[in-house]
């Protein structure tokens, strides 16, 4: 590493110091969603293979966990694969698919968070669907950050399923169509997402510069505030993360105002 490049390394933790001493801790998001993008890019700009930039992504998933046990926040999902990355060449989706399972080995033997699966199970292979299951198991007890790995998530085949499971609830009670049509509201629904009981995302970070959500968590962010960030996911830094969460403590929720 040059003087330059040591330099520049100091100013950003000096920065990143400020920044944090700025930070309004009671105004801390609960529930952080995180849409990990820019792998490809990453490993593109810097003339490596995609399988390197999907390793490098998933190493800084441990990082962000870090920094957000450093504050209040409670839940954190990771989309970590969507329905539609089944479509990817079988070259790139098999190595993908072991990487996943590397990070959710490496977070249930972390200790520190405890796991759960979003998405819809029955699309992995089974491997993957006995990693997720032993991840739960390990870590039910833990009682630190719920950290929620969406893989084989879809937002809208999330709403679908939810609606599924709540007809299939009714028909195991004997509930009639009609009695559940007079009996459906938002809260009945959000009962049987994924998330279930959890508290909605209040911060929803995107990274690479790209302005959307792709149709991450659609329910649960009706209200939720979202930071999108230029950097690519491997290059996240401390400082981003303290930006996204400076910006988030700056705004004024108005829930549909």
Known sequence: ?????????????????????????????????VIMDGNRRWAKAAGSSTVHGHRAGAEKIEEFLGWCSETDVEVVTLWLLSTDNFDRPQDELVPLLGIIEDVVRTLAADGRWRVHHVGTRDLLPPRMQNTLKDAEEATAH?????????????????????????????????????????SVDIDMIG???????????DLVIRTSGEQRLSGFMLWQTAHSEYYFCDVFWPAFRRVDFLRAMRDYAARHRRYGG
């Open 1 to 33: 590493m040059n003087l330059r490049d040591k330099l520049r390394g100091l100013l950003v933790r000096l920065y990143a110091r400020r920044v944090e001493g700025h930070l309004d801790h009671a105004q801390v998001p609960k529930h952080i969603g």
């Open 191 to 201: 009962r049987h997402l994924y998330t279930g009981d959890q508290p909605d995302p």
């Open 142 to 182: 833990v009682d630190g950050i719920l950290v929620n790995v969406a893989i084989g998530y879809g937002g809208r085949q999330e709403i679908a399923d939810a609606v599924r499971s709540m007809l299939l609830d009714a028909a195991d009670r004997g509930t009639s169509l009609e009695k559940l049509a007079d």
